[in-house]
């Protein structure tokens, strides 16, 4: 569905098409609300790394600090635009995979899987495995590329482009199976749901004779560059929508937007509360707002647009045969 919004009209972002196709007021409110759901997922990854980074390797820090210069770092990234992201993107690009693969070759090696614990298959039939894909995991990660439609508009749009992008989703998709059937067959279904970082558990259990243990760092690099690169991500969003709204530059749009973001990353005091409102709230009734229902609504009205201006081009191009 992305992506045909974006095949509709080329040259405009997710703001510009709001403002355009929704109008100036009612497209500036929901593109003001979009940037807010923006920074609100930034706040989350935010925390989530502040926690992890607790967890596995600064045990002693305050995780407030531990926040505050992950959001300046990453501000700092924002400050420089999206071309400069996606190129840093496509050189740590193969560090991730490289991650990744010797992890699950560890796993492998270490004895870890134990394929009884995914049966039994469909033993309820595929009511369970629909109720369970949505909203839950339609909305988280999935729906989360409503983010692309800001960056879709600097691309290079050549043949290649519809190809390569539902490839990307396609590998995306087959690689967090991947991951999240590998954390079931170590750790077992009923640990693997209930645990707040599956694979992290997964991963502490590699040893290897007392010389390989601990690979916690591994996993760290792999968490920080993938939340690191997320956060900028939703940020640049955030910004580039407030400054479409308010006309003010980008740059001076940056400081406050990263200040809300460290703020909003406290709105849950306690950790259990921050993942019960993730759950129950934002994945279930505020993301599928913005991820389903506003998209939907642009493109009934791109398609309406559309139907309009090619019956009046038809009825000028009538009028014009009939003067002939």
């Given at each position: 569905m992305y992506l045909w919004i974006h095949q509709l009209d080329k040259g405009k972002d997710l703001y510009e098409l709001l403002q355009y196709y929704i109008g100036k007021i009612p497209g500036s409110v929901l593109g003001f609300f979009f940037a807010?759901?923006?920074?609100y997922e930034t706040s989350r990854n935010l925390r989530d790394m502040g926690e992890v980074t607790v967890l596995t390797l600064l045990n002693r820090t305050p995780i407030?600090?531990?926040?505050?210069v992950a959001?300046?770092?990453?501000?700092?990234?924002?400050?420089?635009?999206?071309?400069?992201?996606?190129?840093?993107?496509?050189?740590?690009?193969?560090?991730?995979?490289?991650s990744y693969t010797v992890l699950i070759v560890l796993i492998t090696a270490a004895g870890l899987l134990h394929v009884e614990n995914m049966q039994p298959i469909l033993e309820k039939g595929l009511p369970p495995v629909w109720s369970a894909a949505f909203p839950e995991i339609v909305s988280f990660p999935f729906g989360q590329t409503i983010l692309f439609l800001v960056f879709f508009k600097i691309t290079e749009h050549d043949s290649k482009f519809n190809k390569a992008l539902l490839s990307a989703y396609g590998v995306v998709s087959i690689i967090l199976t991947i991951i999240n059937q590998i954390n079931i067959i170590v750790l077992g279904p009923s640990l693997a749901i209930n645990a707040s970082t599956p694979l992290l558990e997964?991963?502490?259990?590699?040893?290897?004779?007392?010389v390989l243990e601990r690979m916690d760092a591994i996993f760290a690099l792999v968490l920080f560059l993938g939340l690191g690169i997320k956060m900028a991500a939703f940020f640049i969003g955030a910004v580039t929508g407030l400054s479409r709204i308010t006309n003010i530059k980008y740059k001076l749009l940056?400081?406050?937007?990263?200040?809300?973001?460290?703020?909003l990353s406290f709105l849950s005091p306690r950790y259990t509360e921050y993942i019960w409102?993730?759950?129950?709230?934002?994945v279930k009734w505020v993301s599928p707002f913005f991820q389903i229902?506003?998209?939907?609504?642009?493109?009934?009205?791109?398609?309406?647009?559309?139907k309009k201006r090619l019956r009046a081009t038809q009825n000028t191009g009538e009028e014009r045969q009939n003067r002939i």
């Open positions: 807010i759901h923006f920074m407030a600090f531990i926040m505050l959001i300046l770092v990453v501000g700092n990234t924002v400050r420089y635009g999206p071309e400069v992201l996606m190129r840093t993107c496509t050189i740590l690009f193969p560090i991730v995979i490289l997964t991963i502490q259990l590699i040893q290897f004779a007392g940056i400081l406050p937007t990263g200040i809300t973001i460290y703020f409102l993730g759950l129950n709230v934002s229902l506003i998209p939907l609504l642009l493109l009934a009205f791109m398609l309406l647009q559309k």
